[in-house]
């Protein structure tokens, strides 16, 4: 069964600037950028000071032949609106990318690296363990 590793925008930022998720990132099958973060990605350098030199690592990274961009799919909408019902049911919202981000980790049977503990409202949901 392959390895695959969802990123969360934190879990991405994380690594570019302090190399964590590495050890995840480089033996995996299979890594995955949602199109959520993608989004949430491109928004936050767009308002930095050095949005050319970002994307340029980006798309190096995206280039990459395990490195794909997930697309919402008709699952992952059925499961945003499960998981939207289950955390409206248990009063542990989360913000609504971070539902969507969800649904494509758990649609795809990836593990999910982010530093973002309400994912635990989700148990569902595959969480990464960061290695060393």
């Not at 309400?118 to 060393?132: D, I, K, M, T, Y």
């Amino acid at each position: 069964m392959d390895l695959i590793v969802v990123l969360d925008t934190n879990a991405y930022s994380d690594w570019r600037r302090s190399g964590r998720w590495h050890a995840n990132i480089a033996i995996a099958d299979r890594v995955v950028l949602p199109c959520i973060v993608l989004g949430e990605l491109l928004h936050g350098f767009g308002k930095g000071g050095r949005a050319a030199e970002n994307i340029a690592k980006l798309d190096d990274f995206l280039s990459q032949p395990q490195v794909e961009i997930a697309t919402l799919t008709r699952r992952s909408a059925e499961l945003y609106g499960n998981f939207l019902d289950q955390l409206q049911s248990q009063g542990t919202p989360i913000p609504t990318n971070d539902i969507w981000i969800s649904a494509i980790a758990h649609e795809l049977h990836g593990e999910l690296a982010t530093r973002d503990a309400h994912f635990e409202h989700l148990p569902q949901v595959r969480l990464a363990r960061e290695l060393r």
